[in-house]
C-alpha cells in the first residue's frame, strides 16, 4: 500500500517562504511521477507542480519562477519550495503519486494522494 504523508504547511505572511515536503512508503520511488496540486475553498484541485522520475519538471503558469519542486530518490521524499507566497496561493497542497514515470498536469493523471497540508498566506 502507497502511503503519501506531506508536512511542512503553516501561516506565512505575504512574500515570505514555505517549504512542503512529503514521504512516500514506496518501493522503486525514482520510477515514479510525482506532483503538487493545491484546492483553495469552494474551488476544484489545481495543478501546481510535477516532476518525473528523471527530474525533469513542470509548473502551472501561477506559480513559475516563485516554487521549485524538487525530489530526492535515495530517501524517497518530495518537496516544494514556495518563494514570494500571495494570498490566492492559499489552499490545502497534495503530494501524489503516478504510477508512471510522468503523471502530468492534470489530477486523473495521479493515483496515489497524500492528506494535504494546509497554507495560509496572510496579507
Known amino acids: 500500500q502507497v502511503q503519501l504523508t506531506e508536512s511542512g504547511g503553516g501561516l506565512v505572511q505575504v512574500g515570505g517562504s514555505l517549504r512542503l515536503s512529503c514521504a512516500a512508503s514506496?518501493?522503486?520511488?525514482?520510477?515514479?511521477?510525482m506532483g503538487w496540486f493545491r484546492q483553495a475553498p469552494g474551488k476544484e484541485r489545481e495543478f501546481v507542480a510535477a516532476?518525473?522520475?528523471?527530474?525533469?519538471?513542470d509548473y502551472a503558469d501561477s506559480v513559475k519562477g516563485r516554487f521549485t519542486i524538487s525530489r530526492d530518490n535515495t530517501e524517497n521524499a518530495l518537496e516544494l519550495q514556495m518563494n514570494r507566497l500571495k494570498p490566492e496561493d492559499t489552499a490545502v497542497y497534495y503530494c501524489?503519486?503516478?504510477?508512471?514515470?510522468?503523471?502530468?498536469?492534470?489530477?486523473?493523471?495521479?493515483?496515489?494522494w497524500g492528506q494535504g497540508t494546509q497554507v495560509t498566506v496572510s496579507s
Open positions: 514506496v518501493r522503486t520511488f525514482n520510477t515514479y511521477g
Open positions: 501524489a503519486l503516478a504510477l508512471r514515470n510522468y503523471g502530468g498536469v492534470y489530477v486523473g493523471g495521479y493515483t496515489y
Open positions: 516532476i518525473s522520475g528523471y527530474g525533469t519538471t
